[in-house]
């Protein structure tokens, strides 16, 4: 959300703006930028994403306790 939160100031997208855009509120859209949101959904995500027109990707780093064999 940090890196969604810097695109969207960078492109000049207001938290109405992109409220427009999204269908979502702007205090969803304060709560996920602020990390006050742990558990935001798939399609929020993807909805922030899309609206600032940038792809959404998830990975891991591979450090998350997985052994040789994972």
Known sequence: M???RQ???QMGVSLTDLSERTGLTRAA???LENGWNLNP???ALF???EALGVDLKFGT???AGLGADG
């Open 29 to 31: 859209i304060s709560r």
């Open 61 to 63: 780093d591979g450090s």
């Open 41 to 43: 959904t798939l399609e």
């Open 2 to 4: 940090v890196r969604l």
């Open 7 to 9: 695109v969207r100031e």
């Open 47 to 49: 909805r922030y994403a």
